[in-house]
């Protein structure tokens, strides 16, 4: 077995202690910088540092050379064209172009892993001359000098079977075969003679290659072929002929599949070859196939020829250094090529040409691999250096943009294009056979595979099957929502493309392309109702399609212009779209009668000094908005006033005085915080409410710029807490909340995806900023790039992590617990399974959390007809001009705290929000109605048992022991005149709960005290009134002031 030698290893072997060594090589006694020719290099390096072969220090070499060719950091040009030296300086240049350039190009220089090489079994005698894959059956064909063909399979590559080709004109010991193509929109192959004739041959015919046509007449020997086909119509097709003359001719067929040549002479025989003549062909005597030709090469052979169709152009080269490379040029109605010529030093042997990157690459005679460009003939715009014979074959890896070359000497080198490197090198493993003039090398980069002949040896090399990483997109991935309507994952991806997966399997559903044209979409969002998907694209609009991919609205974000919208919030009423600006763009629910909605004026105005990234909000009307600067604002959505204003940190004197704001800052401090502060997620917590707030306790949690989390308190407008959950060097970062509240989930630039705990954390403040970390309860790698969105959902009675990542991929993992796979992966996987699945208890919570979304709306937008009905909830809605009154969370505060230890209602409000010190566990308030404080606030409102049947009584089962049949009738039952009667009968502790009759009763207390005290005040009027008139006697009739009637009164 060979050597595999590459640059980049070398480098990696190396540390601080051998470039030291190295640049002491370079420094002469005095101090003074001094270069090396190759020989010297290698010898003196290889001896001083002790690692790598001579060989590798000789690739170094030459790519050092090649990077000072490139930044004009030679000695002396002339010097290196003889011989070539590279200095320190230069040696520098090129490592630091080397590291920058594994960054940037790391996949398409990624190295294939070769399996050991393998000989077929060959039924030729004679040098292989052609291998060819026939599309149709997935096989491969080969024809040896002699006329023999062998055809193998197309897995293992066995022999099927061999067949020797027929040509009576020349006797069988004569045939001698100079080159073949597969004609595969007519199911024919070519094979060129020297007897200097072009015979087609029939693959569908009974008789195994059966000659059809035999094209005769021509004046120099064909030595090399080519066949292209039109893409789209296949009766156009180009077949390229280049001779030992020098001469190229282009045999143009216009009506192929119907007939490659017409009928003039007589018919042939049956079984035998129509002859089709050189001079008639040139002549124009064919009208299905006209000849165009040029001689440039003359009086040198003519060495590979290969139609271009992206440039209706021929290539072809010759060992002559005058006409090194031609390319003919095809002209409408033109009988004539336009020609240019390429000049090397030494001729090529091969071509080949990359239509993507529209290079031409040619293997030349003096040890170079050159890169063309194909309307420049002055000079190549890129040469590969690393052969130390002829190049005598060359191959582009389209899909990689690598490119493969082969030389004399038996060395394989495989190349990046971009860097113009050597990434990979084979030598020593090739077969020690007698050099051969011309080396077949076919490369199937489907199949990836690589056949080399060496005479009549053939030689396999495959590469090993990479383990392809499941992609979900085509395109880097921008947005992933959960359906739970559907129990759908929707993703989107930046070619604007939106895609529904099943959750349970992880297969496709369907999926819709370009939603907005051109544009990237940035952003998603999901109303209340789960039947409405909006989408934000780069191009200002904001979508809102149904699931049959039905576009019902479009929404005027960017106002006519390309914005970059970040965020979607659906709140009750209101859409509010931000990304771009510093006030937050506000559709209007009632807006939606039209399909073309416009933008309605924010009536908080500009509050951010940056653009607003990010929103949050949290019923019953909190809105939190985060922006490029790190600053937050907290709104009242309903009356769309800002109240409080957080800061991760200010400098002095940098406050805003604006009415009806209140500014805070605190007094944490960051090193070097310029565009580290960018706020990219706010969310409020599940379960902390405003009395978490009142006790100190963090309600929002922040994440941006620097891999920092921020908790923060918006009741008192301060920091709580703080730590780094991803290194800070990888740039922004992303995070979701779980519905429970229980799980913070962040992730990073390299993919990294970590769970926190955060169930107990920050829930009361310590004084100052806390700086510890919450509990790390897993951290996975789902990704290989960025990950550019977090989602949370409950799937059944699993938690589940969606994320979408820039390597275009959506990934599924359990929260917290081990990622279950990528959406669009070949094996389906089973949630039924077992897995990790939440408790009882936080199940129930998030069931809560996933049936409740009290800030998204949960209207359907209105279709755009000319009826419109847009329902509206009257205890919810909000009049222009009458808007609601803000709820002073303090003095709600207060009057909770007032019923402590004097009612049970204040006990159960302790009990239910976690004020109790046994219970420091929040839980999520069901509804906004519960900030309200009322007569049955304390009611629980509950789903009733199912009531079972009742038994019937003995007085009705047996009602004639239980009343007297010969009672009248007519007689009527009268209720008892005393009321306490009936309020014995019907007791009212017995109807209604004790604490709402308590808490009536404390509040007509007061009532009653004044009622008491004026009937005693009356009761001592009457005494003093008594004792005047005469003791024992009633009162006497009095008439009172000014003028009115007598008021009788009687004391008994």
Request: net charge negative; aromatic share 8%.
């Amino acid at each position: 077995m060979g050597t595999k030698m590459e640059v980049g290893h070398l480098e990696s072997r190396m540390n601080i202690e051998d470039y030291k060594k190295l640049q002491g090589l370079f420094l002469d006694t005095s101090g003074a910088s001094r270069s090396f020719s190759k020989a010297e290099f290698i010898e003196l390096a290889w001896s001083s540092v002790g690692h790598g072969s001579k060989e590798e220090y000789g690739l170094l070499f030459d790519s050092v050379v090649v990077t000072q060719e490139h930044n004009g950091l030679l000695l002396d040009i002339e010097a290196v064209k003889e011989e070539g030296r590279i200095d320190w300086e230069g040696l520098c240049s090129f490592l630091l172009l080397e590291l920058s350039d594994k960054v940037k190009h790391g996949k398409s220089r990624s190295e294939p892993c070769w399996g050991p090489p393998r000989t077929l079994t060959c039924p030729h005698r004679d040098p292989v001359q052609q291998v060819l894959f026939l599309q149709s059956s997935g096989q491969y064909l080969s024809v040896s000098k002699g006329g023999t063909v062998g055809l193998w399979a197309g897995g293992d590559l066995s022999l099927l079977h061999t067949h020797r080709l027929q040509n009576n004109s020349v006797r069988p010991k004569d045939l001698w075969v100079t080159d073949m193509v597969l004609l595969h929109n007519v199911h024919k192959i070519a094979v060129s003679f020297t007897s200097k004739e072009v015979c087609f041959y029939d693959q569908l015919s009974k008789e195994e290659f059966s000659c059809k046509y035999k094209l005769q007449g021509l004046k120099f020997t064909p030595w090399r072929l080519d066949y292209w086909v039109h893409p789209s119509h296949h009766d156009q097709a180009v077949l390229t002929i280049g001779d030992i003359g020098g001469q190229v001719s282009l045999l143009c067929f216009s009506l192929a599949q119907i007939s490659l040549f017409d009928s003039i002479g007589p018919r042939a025989e049956s079984g035998s070859a129509d002859i089709i003549k050189w001079e008639e062909l040139v002549k124009g005597k064919h009208c299905s196939c006209r000849v165009l030709k040029h001689r440039v090469h003359t009086p040198a052979w003519v060495q590979r020829v290969r139609f271009l169709g992206s440039l209706e152009a021929c290539v072809s080269c010759s060992t002559s250094p005058q006409s090194s490379m031609v390319i003919g040029w095809r002209e409408e109605e033109s009988r004539k090529l336009r020609v240019t010529s390429f000049n090397t030093q030494k001729g090529v042997w091969d071509v080949d040409h990359h239509p993507g990157l529209n290079l031409i690459a040619t293997a030349g005679v003096d040890h170079r691999v050159l890169l063309w460009n194909p309307h420049v003939t002055s000079e190549p715009v890129g040469a590969l250096r690393g052969h130390q014979s002829s190049v005598t074959a060359v191959r582009f890896l389209h899909d990689k943009k690598q490119l493969l070359s082969y030389s004399k000497d038996k060395v394989l080198c495989l190349w990046d294009v971009t860097s113009q490197l050597c990434v990979h090198r084979l030598a020593d493993i090739f077969p020690n056979t007698p050099e051969n003039r011309r080396t077949i090398m076919f490369l199937h980069e489907e199949h990836q595979l690589l056949l080399l002949s060496f005479n009549s040896l053939l030689l396999l090399l495959e590469t090993r099957k990479e383990e392809r990483r499941t992609i979900s997109h085509k395109n880097p991935v921008t947005c992933v929502l959960y359906n739970n309507l559907f129990r759908q994952v929707v993703s989107s991806d930046s070619a604007s493309s939106v895609i529904c997966w099943q959750a349970d399997t992880g297969q496709k559903v369907k999926q819709f392309h370009r939603c907005h044209g051109d544009a990237e979409i940035s952003t998603m969002a999901l109303d209340g109702t789960q039947t409405r998907l909006f989408t934000a694209g780069t191009d200002g609009e904001v979508k809102v399609w149904d699931f049959n991919g039905h576009c019902l609205h479009r929404m005027n974000a960017g106002r006519g212009h390309a914005v970059e919208i970040s965020q979607l919030l659906l709140l009750r009423r209101n859409i509010l779209v931000m990304g771009w600006d510093r006030m937050l763009t506000v559709f209007r629910l009632h807006s939606f009668s039209q399909f073309f909605v416009e933008p309605s004026e924010w009536k908080g105005g500009p509050q951010h000094r940056c653009e607003v990234l990010c929103a949050a909000s949290q019923p019953p009307h909190t809105l939190a908005t985060g922006s490029d600067d790190g600053e937050i604002t907290i709104w009242n959505y309903s009356t769309e006033k800002a109240l409080r204003n957080l800061q991760p940190h200010a400098k002095h004197g940098e406050f805003r005085n604006q009415p009806g704001l209140t500014h805070t800052y605190t007094n944490f401090d960051l090193e070097n915080s310029e565009n580290r502060d960018t706020i990219t997620r706010l969310f409020f917590i599940p379960g902390r409410t405003s009395v978490t707030a009142a006790m100190d306790g963090a309600d929002l949690v922040s994440c941006g710029g620097s891999g920092v989390v921020r908790l923060w308190n918006t009741l008192h407008s301060s920091l709580v807490g703080q730590f780094t959950a991803h290194n800070r060097d990888l740039g922004s970062i992303v995070m979701a909340v779980s519905p429970c509240g229980k799980y913070l989930v962040t992730a990073d630039g390299e993919g990294t995806v970590k769970t926190w705990d955060i169930e107990h954390y920050c829930l009361r403040s310590d004084e100052g900023v806390s700086n510890r970390l919450p509990k790390l309860l897993c951290s996975l790698h789902p990704h290989l790039d960025r990950v550019t969105h977090l989602e949370t959902c409950l799937h059944g009675d699993r938690l589940l992590l969606l994320s979408a990542s820039l390597d275009c991929s959506v990934a599924l993992s359990y929260l917290p617990g081990d990622t279950v796979g990528l959406f669009g992966q070949e094996e389906p996987w089973c949630l039924v399974g077992p897995g990790p699945a939440p408790s009882q208890q936080e199940a129930e919570q998030d069931q809560e959390q996933g049936r409740e979304s009290p800030s998204v709306s949960t209207e359907a937008l209105p279709v755009p007809d000319g009826n419109v009905d847009i329902k509206e909830d009257e205890e919810e809605v909000v009049e222009e001009g009458e808007m609601e009154e803000e709820v002073d969370t303090e003095e709600f505060l207060s009057s909770v705290h007032a019923l402590e230890g004097s009612s049970i209602l204040g006990r159960s409000y302790e009990e239910k929000w976690g004020l109790r010190a046994t219970d420091n566990r929040s839980s999520h308030r069901n509804t906004a109605s519960s900030l309200h404080t009322g007569m049955f606030s304390g009611l629980s409102v509950e789903e009733l048992q199912t009531v079972k049947k009742l038994s019937r009584s003995e007085f009705v089962t047996h009602c004639e022991h239980y009343f007297n049949s010969g009672q009248d009738s007519s007689s009527h039952y009268t209720m008892p005149p005393n009321r306490k009667a009936v309020k014995a009968a019907f007791d009212e502790c017995s109807l209604f709960p004790k604490e709402p009759l308590e808490m009536e009763k404390k509040q007509r207390k007061p009532w009653n005290l004044l009622k008491e005290v004026a009937c005693q005040q009356d009761r001592k009027q009457d005494a003093k009134n008594t004792q005047s008139t005469g003791r024992g006697h009633g009162w006497k009739d009095r008439k009172p002031k000014g003028g009115a009637a007598p008021v009788s009164r009687t004391f008994k």
